[in-house]
């Protein structure tokens, strides 16, 4: 009987040994770039955000909508995480990470709270024919509706100072109201009326 428990005692202490030495395996770190969060929330071009993650250092430029930031620009690089400054080129969009193994893209988008203005609209325009809105942080807008509810959602180009849509063959005199996005989307209303000749 004192056999049989002293032999059950060693394999269970066996069976242990070989347990707890295949957790040690599965837990290798990987050395592959991952992301697991950025931010903060809220930020705005020119603000500061960090992207935390593993194995960071090996990332060579970070894709941002509208903007790419070199990783000789970055504030900060660590294996950790890095930091850097929101370009004023930024839309809101998914990030992606450049790096040895291939693109790694967020799931999640990066949106900013921008500080969208219009200064200046045409007096007049022709259906059919381009105009120029400019203004600041107007690549940010994402819809802009012209007299008769003509609304328009594509762009002839944007840029953070100047939008040059073309104007529906729909639309009448009236002002315009333009929607832009971001964290705290807006509508801003034109002070003054387009005249459609």
């Not at 009987?1 to 002293?6: Q, V």
């Not at 996005?181 to 807006?186: A, Q, R, S, Y």
Request: aromatic content about 6%; hydrophobic content about 45%; glycine content about 8%.
């Amino acid at each position: 009987m004192k056999n049989i428990l002293c032999l059950g005692i060693f394999f269970f202490l066996l069976t242990a040994g070989i347990i707890s030495c295949k957790k040690d395996d599965d837990t290798v770190t990987s050395d592959k770039v991952t992301l697991l969060s950025f931010g903060p929330s809220g930020s705005k071009p020119g603000d500061k955000i960090r992207f935390i993650g593993n194995n960071l250092n090996k990332v060579t430029a970070i894709e941002l909508k509208g903007a790419v930031v070199a990783a000789a620009a970055f504030n900060e690089q660590a294996a950790d995480h890095i930091t850097l400054t929101v370009p004023q080129e930024t839309e809101k969009g998914t990030v992606t990470l450049k790096a040895p193994e291939g693109d790694i893209i967020s799931k999640t988008v990066l949106n900013l709270n921008v500080p969208v203005t219009v200064t200046t609209v045409p007096a007049t325009a022709v259906a059919g024919q381009n105009i120029t809105i400019k203004g600041t942080f107007v690549n940010w807008i994402t819809r802009i509706t012209f007299g008769n509810d003509a609304i328009v959602t594509e762009f002839v180009s944007k840029s953070v100072t100047e939008l040059v849509v073309k104007v529906p063959v729909t639309a009448t005199t009236g002002t315009l109201i333009f929607h832009a996005d971001g964290t705290e989307p807006v509508d801003i209303e034109s002070d003054e009326v387009l005249e459609i000749k």
